[in-house]
């Protein structure tokens, strides 16, 4: 039907119109790597442009959508493109227009070739220099793809560079963007720059510069946030500035992706090394398993799939691992969402929640940035809502929460000087009023996902004058430097979707606002058990205490049944720390707080 509106309106008169905005709503697809949704724009694009007559839009669009098909495995129909967006070309009778359309060209014909020949790359030295006079925004994928082209030829050196000078273009356009949400987007379509780049350091042998360039991929626009919010300088992405801070017993474990394989680099104060973990495939399958295992019904002691993930991504590190008690988890986007402290030892008997005190961090970064103020002071005050009300008709899917307010107030008895926001109270005007008043952040209520990033959202209670809800951009937006820890009980709080930067969820949006530590799950949470959680989180959390500490001593107890046996993570490992804790760096002298982490072990 839509297709059909669009030529109704092209043969209307409207043709330039229409494929001006089909062009346009294309390219953000392809941008998004929606290659199915592009290459069905583009085929219409493509009918009015034909139709037009118009060389230099119908070039383009047979450019574009050669890469939607290759894509998609439609090599034959990706090569016709552009064999016919060369006949268009050399219709075209401006110079100017001339030397775009060949640019694009040549990108195009050189990623479905695979060819490194003279030719190939003198076409690619062309668009790399129209590019760079015309149109710099567009350089980085020019030069990915000329670095491709010599890394096929042997010309490890020069692939380097280029890809090198395709990422800081893309971080010198990053730099001039003022809102963070926005800049959380800018490396939305680069993984392939950054990927090639890690591979080559990797395969030269330079774990330093594999690790520093991940860093300068992940999490930048949470960590400009984390700056801004909790009112301290974040540190630049330099690997030697990270260790100089790490405590001689604490270890950063970075998993990254290079060439559809995963490493996991292990960085401690006095060293840094890599390991091949294998193909992705087979690594994302495992955690599949696993992600079943924690949301189906099974055994509750059935600890397979937690025991399979473990010996593929944690094992192989046991050497470099030992004499850690703190250990920053940092995923790529393949291990996303996992549940680290279920992890399960084999061989030893030991989930991982056994052995370290964890932190979940989107970058390393990220992770001793929110250490070095994480922790809470004598100011343990807390913001307790219980969000019960909420507009069943725009969110008819959620059920009701009641047990969300017996939950608040049970929590509201273990904080004092706390201020309780219930059922109608929690609006959106008086949470946010609230927010930046309080160390301490407990909500009990739904969370709902959204379509794109920064539409994940607290349902709070509506009013008269406003929405029933707080989304993730609006809550990254604020500045916390006051609130250390936020625990939100919600189910899903930490779900995101395929990108690790930006308010993607309500936790990494408390993240961006400067909040140190958020204690959140990526699971469905059954009301029993997330009250449990909760009582048992805050009555262990008290002045001076490290939160991601007491989230591993209450998980810890939860593990084993009465007689020492494991159990299932489905059980007991829905809840994780995000962030940062205070044992991750130097200097954490309090002798209670580190009394308190020794009990974990």
């Known amino acids: 039907h839509r297709r059909r509106a669009l030529n109704e309106l092209s043969s209307a008169g409207n043709e330039t119109r229409v494929l001006i905005a089909l062009t346009t709503a294309a390219d953000d697809r392809l941008r998004r790597e929606q290659w199915q949704r592009a290459s069905a724009l583009l085929d219409i694009a493509a009918d009015i442009a034909r139709r037009m007559k118009h060389q230099e839009l119908a070039a383009y669009v047979l450019v574009k959508r050669s890469v939607a098909r290759l894509h998609l495995g439609r090599a034959g129909p990706a090569a016709e493109d552009l064999r016919e967006a060369r006949i268009w070309i050399g219709q075209l009778s401006q110079q100017s227009a001339r030397d775009r359309a060949?640019?694009?060209?040549?990108?195009?014909?050189?990623?479905?070739?695979?060819?490194?020949?003279p030719s190939a790359l003198a076409a690619l030295d062309h668009a790399v220099q129209y590019y760079e006079k015309a149109a710099p925004a567009y350089l980085p994928p020019v030069l990915l793809e000329r670095a491709r082209l010599r890394l096929r030829s042997g010309d490890v050196a020069d692939a380097q560079r280029d890809l090198l000078a395709g990422i800081s273009t893309l971080e010198q356009q990053r730099a001039t963007v003022a809102g963070l949400s926005q800049r959380a987007t800018m490396f939305a379509t680069s993984d392939a720059l950054f990927h090639e780049a890690i591979a080559v350091a990797i395969t030269s042998g330079n774990v330093k510069a594999a690790f520093e360039l991940s860093e300068r991929a992940r999490a930048r626009a949470i960590l400009d946030g984390l700056e801004l919010g909790s009112g301290q300088a974040a540190l630049p992405p330099s690997l030697e500035r990270i260790q100089r801070v790490l405590a001689s017993d604490a270890a950063i474990v970075s998993y990254v992706a290079s060439n559809d394989r995963v490493s996991a680099i292990v960085v401690r104060r006095n060293a840094l090394v890599a390991f091949d973990l294998g193909p992705e495939s087979p690594i994302r399958k495992l955690v599949t398993k696993f992600d079943r295992s924690t949301t189906s019904a099974g055994s509750e002691r059935d600890v397979t799939a937690a025991s399979d993930l473990f010996d593929s991504i944690v094992d192989p590190l046991r050497d470099a691992l030992v004499g850690v008690r703190t250990v920053a988890w940092v995923p790529n986007n393949a291990l996303r969402g996992t549940a680290f402290l279920g992890?399960?030892?084999?061989?030893?008997?030991?989930?991982?929640?056994?052995?370290?005190?964890?932190v979940e961090a989107p970058s390393a970064m990220v992770a001793v940035t929110a250490s070095l103020h994480a922790g809470i002071s004598n100011d343990a005050r807390a913001l307790i809502i219980a969000a019960t009300s909420f507009d069943?008709?725009?969110?008819?899917?959620?059920?009701?929460?009641?047990?969300?307010?017996?939950?608040?107030?049970?929590?509201?008895?273990?904080?004092?000087?706390s201020e309780l926001l219930i059922g109608r109270n929690a609006s959106r005007k008086n949470v946010l009023r609230d927010l930046s008043r309080y160390p301490i952040l407990h909500f009990a209520g739904h969370v709902i996902r959204g379509r794109t990033p920064g539409e994940a959202a607290l349902i709070v209670a509506?009013?008269?004058?406003?929405?029933?809800?707080?989304?993730?951009?609006?809550?990254?937006?604020?500045?916390?430097?006051?609130?250390?820890?936020?625990v939100l009980t919600a189910c899903r709080s930490t779900t995101a979707g395929g990108r690790a930067d930006g308010p993607e969820s309500v936790a990494a949006a408390f993240l961006m606002a400067g909040v140190p530590t958020i204690v959140a799950t990526p699971w469905p949470a059954e009301d029993q058990?997330?009250?449990?959680?909760?009582?048992?989180?805050?009555?262990?959390?008290?002045d001076q205490t490290d939160p991601a500490t007491e989230v591993c001593n209450v998980l810890r107890r939860q593990s084993r049944d009465h007689l020492n046996r494991a159990l299932s993570p489905s059980i007991w490992a829905g809840f994780r720390a995000i962030g940062g804790t205070v044992f991750l760096v130097k200097n954490t002298s309090d002798a209670l707080m580190r009394t308190r982490r020794r009990n974990v072990l």
């Open 343 to 358: 992890l399960y030892d084999r061989r030893r008997d030991r989930f991982i929640v056994e052995d370290y005190v964890s």
């Open 102 to 117: 060949d640019a694009e060209l040549a990108v195009a014909e050189s990623a479905q070739s695979r060819a490194n020949t």
């Open 462 to 486: 509506p009013t008269t004058t406003e929405p029933g809800f707080l989304n993730a951009r609006t809550i990254a937006e604020l500045r916390l430097p006051k609130m250390r820890l936020a």
């Open 529 to 542: 058990a997330s009250s449990a959680f909760a009582e048992r989180f805050h009555q262990a959390l008290t």
């Open 392 to 417: 069943q008709q725009k969110f008819s899917e959620l059920e009701s929460i009641p047990a969300a307010a017996g939950e608040a107030q049970s929590v509201a008895r273990l904080r004092d000087s």
